[in-house]
C-alpha cells in the first residue's frame, strides 16, 4: 500500500489551542438502558471531540466514527470507557461526547389504564478530562394552564403544551423515568399518547383544578429535585406553546442560583 | 477576458426531460405590498426554477439570481414579469418561483386597543407555462378550544395554539390581511402578541364560549370563503398543537374535493 | 361508569367533507424490514387520518393511537392491514398512513472495508381506498462535483454534499438498499460514515472522475429507475448545498413527465 | 373597569429564585444599524427576560411585548436603554434580551464585480445588571478545502460550504460586516449569491489554492481577532458540512482559552 502523508500530524505553529475539534450530527442506531425493559432501541444524534493542543495541526476524524461503531449500550460507565478510549486514540487530555436521542417511557392512560409509548427527548453531555462529567438532559411534554386566565375569567382557562427541561449532574444512577416522574408532578397535568373520553375528563379537570405558571413549574421542579437523592446540581427550564399568543413564555432556574437571592 | 467553455449548454442525449431545475433556500430581502401600509420590508427564502429540455445537460443557475436581484416590490403582477424575463433568459417553456416570507399584520388587543404586530408565514407558489397560476398561502397562527373536552367535563376544556393554512387561487386581489380574518373567525379565538389582563379575560371566555374540533375550523373557514369574491380555488388545513397530548391533531379539505361526498 | 356524550358523532349540517382528518408528529418506535439483518428498530414520525364525510362532526382520533399500538413490523403488506383496520373502526371510505423513519445500511468503507452505518431518511406514504398505494422514498446523501468548475478550472473544482430523494410506487417488493444503490450509482461518489486516509484518496478522485450537475445525477437516475424490475412509477430530485453558494441547486422529474418534451 | 386580580403579584414562599423568567420566539419587524446603508430593515427572533425574586410568584409577561413595541434601532445603545427600560417597569435586578436575526451583506462577485446580497445569520445577546454585556455572534457561510485530501489524492480535493460562528465582546464598535471579512479570510474561499464562470474559475482556484481544515480556520480567525482593535473576548466556531461524509466536523476556541495550553 502507498504512503499517504499525515497531514494533521502536522506541528502547527500559531500558537492557537482549540477547545474541541470533532463531528457532528452523525446519526447512529444506538441502544439505550431501560429501567422497566432493561434496553430500549433508538437513534441517537452524536458529537465526538477532543482538546487540541496548540502544537498538533489536526485531529484524526475517522477514529472519532469508529469509536462510534464500537459504542456498547449508553449508560454512564459505556461512555466513561468510550472516552478514554478516545483520549487514547487521540492523544488527547479531554475527550467529549455528546448525544441526544428519543427515549420512549411506557405509560398508563390515567383512567382506562391502556400502555401507550410517550417519547421523551434526552441528552448525555460528558466530559472526560481528570475527572468525569456526566449531564443528563430530560425533555418532558407536560400542560400547564394559566393560573391568572383562570382567576380573572368566568368561565374556562388558556392551557396548553408546555416542554420541562431538566438537567441533572448525579452521583447515584437516575432513571429518565424518574425525571419524567419529577416533570409530570409539578405542571398542571401530564399528556398521553392515548387518552379515551374517560381519561380525558379527568386530564382536562385535573389541569384545571391545578393552574400553574412556568414560573411555578420550574418551582415545584425544584422543590422535588432538591430531594431526589444522588443529584449534585439541576437546572430546569420550563417553556410553554401559549395558547393565547404566537410565542412562548418560558422560566429557568439552577440550583446553585436559586439560593443566591 | 479568456473563453470559459459554456458546459451547461452541451447537448444531452440521455432524452431525459427535467421538470424543474433552479436553486432553493436562497435568503433574501424583499418588500411585499401591504393592505394597510403600502408596502412591507421583510426577508424571503427563495426558489426559482425551470422546465429543462431533454436535449439541454444544464441550466444557467447564476441568472436566477441575476432575476432575483431585479425583483420588485412582491405582488402577482411583478412576479409574472419576473417569470417573464426568466423563461426569456433561460429559453424556457415553463419557469416557477416560490416565495416564502414572514408577514406581519398589525392589530389592536381586543379590550385595551393596543397595536402591535402578529406574525404569518406566507407563501407565494408561482408557475409561468402558457398561463399563469398564482397561489397564495398564508398561515395563520389561532386557538382551539375541544369542545368534547368542555362538554364531558365540569369544569375547564384543553385548548391550544393551532395554524390555519389557507391556501388561494384568485381573479382579483385578495389581500393577506383578508385571509387573516377568515382563518381568526373560523378559530374559537385569534391569538394576540400583546394582551394586558381585561383583553386576557375576554380572549379566555370567548374561546371557551365558542368550542371548534380542527374539522369544526376547516368547515367553518370553507364556508367564509365560500362567500368571498374573488376566490377560484381553495384548500384549508388546519393543525393543532394538542395540550393532552405530545402529537398534533389535523383536518384538511379542498373547495373541489368537498363537495364529492 | 358515567355515560360521557361522544361529540364527535354529532350530525353535522354545513356540508363540508373533509379529505383527511387526523393525527400528525407522533414520535413512535418501530421495526422496519431490513434487507440484511431481516428487521431494523428504529424511531418514526407518524401522520395517521381519514376522509370524513360531510354529515359526521368529527373522528375519533384516540383510535389512530390505538392503531400504532397493534402496529406490526412495517412494510407494505402490515400497513395495508392496518389500514384495512382503520377504515373500519372509524368507518371511513379512505384511510392514509404516512410514516417517516430514519434507516440504516450497513456499508464498507471503499479501500480498507471497514463497515459501518449509513443513514438514510425514509417516508412511506400510504392510502387504502378502493385501491391501495403505496408510495416510497428515500433521501440518500451523496457528493457532487461541478462538471462546469472543473472544465474552467486549472485545478480543482468545487463540489459538495447532496441529498438525492428517490420516490417509488412498486408492483414487486424493492428494498431501501436498491434505492440506495441507485441514488449512489447516479452521483459523483457516495458518501461514508467512516473513510480511512486510503478511502478518502479513491473518493476524492473518483468525485473528481465523475463530475456531475445536479442534472445529471437526477437523468443518470432516471435511467437506471427505468429499468429497475417492479416500478409502475417513480420521481428523482436532487438538491446540493453548493459550496461556493450559501442557496441550494436542485433538479426534479417524474418518469410520466420526461418523456413529454 | 372592572377590578382583575393580580396573580402574578402574589406572595411566593417556596424560596425558590429563578434566574430567568420571560418570553421566547416572538418574531418581530426590526430595523439593525447597517455599515453601509446606515439601517437595514429585516425580521427578528426575540427572547426577552428578567430574573425573578424567590418572594415572587410571576412576572408581567405582557409588559415585555410592550417594550419590543417601543424598541429603537437594534444598536448596543438602545438594547441598553430598552434593558434599563425593561428593569424599572418589572422591578428586576437583572434583564436579558436576546434578538437574532437575518443580516444582508453587499457583496460584489469577485471578478465581474456583480453586487448582491449575502445572508449572515447574527445574534445579540445582552444583560443589565449592575454592569451591561453585550455579546455579538456572526454565523458566516464560507467554504473549505480538505488539505488532507489534497495531499493524498493525485487530482481533485473534497470541498464544502461551512460555517465560522464568531462571538465577541467589544469595547468600541465593530460592524458586522468586520466580522464576515475575518471569517471570509480564515476561510479557503468566501461564498456568494451570485457567479458567473469567470467568477466560478476564480473560487474553484482560490479554494484550491488555500486548504483549510476546520482547526485551521478557527486559528486563521483567532489571529485575525487577535489584532483587531476593540475586542475584549471571542470565541469561534467552524462547522462544515463535509462532502465525503453525512455528518459535520467542526473545531472550536475561545480567547481566553487558547493559551492555558
Keep these: 500500500m502507498e504512503n499517504l502523508k499525515d497531514v494533521q500530524s502536522e506541528k502547527d505553529i500559531r500558537k492557537v489551542a482549540l477547545k474541541k475539534v470533532g463531528i457532528k450530527d452523525l446519526k447512529w442506531p444506538v441502544s439505550v438502558m431501560d429501567k422497566i425493559q432493561g434496553v430500549q432501541n ?63 417511557v411506557k405509560k398508563p392512560s390515567p383512567v382506562t389504564g391502556i400502555m401507550s409509548p410517550s417519547n421523551v427527548v434526552c441528552t448525555f453531555e460528558t466530559e472526560l478530562s481528570d475527572k468525569y462529567n456526566f449531564l443528563m438532559t430530560v425533555n418532558v411534554p407536560v400542560s400547564t394552564l394559566c393560573p391568572c386566565s383562570k382567576e380573572i375569567s368566568e368561565f374556562g382557562a388558556h392551557n396548553q403544551r408546555a416542554t420541562v427541561s431538566i438537567a441533572i449532574k448525579m452521583d447515584k444512577l437516575i432513571w429518565i423515568e424518574d425525571i419524567v416522574e419529577v416533570a409530570e408532578e409539578s405542571a398542571s397535568s401530564p399528556v398521553y399518547s392515548l387518552l379515551k373520553r374517560e381519561d380525558e375528563k379527568l386530564v382536562t379537570e385535573q389541569a ?54
Design 42 to 104: 433508538t437513534v441517537a444524534t452524536l458529537e465526538l471531540s477532543v482538546k487540541l493542543p496548540s502544537d498538533m495541526r489536526g485531529t484524526h476524524m475517522s477514529r472519532f466514527v469508529e469509536m462510534a461503531n464500537d459504542m456498547k449500550s449508553l449508560n454512564p460507565k459505556n461512555i466513561e470507557l468510550l472516552l478514554i478510549q478516545l483520549k487514547e486514540r487521540l492523544q488527547a487530555d479531554v475527550a467529549h461526547c455528546k448525544i441526544k436521542f428519543d427515549y420512549f
Design 208 to 261: 384545571y383544578s391545578n393552574p400553574r405558571f412556568v414560573e411555578d413549574v420550574v418551582r415545584e421542579a425544584s422543590l422535588k429535585l432538591d430531594k431526589l437523592k444522588g443529584i449534585v446540581w439541576y437546572s430546569v427550564h420550563v417553556e410553554s406553546m401559549e395558547s393565547i399568543h404566537n410565542h412562548n413564555a418560558f422560566a429557568y432556574t439552577e440550583n446553585e442560583f436559586k439560593f443566591e437571592q
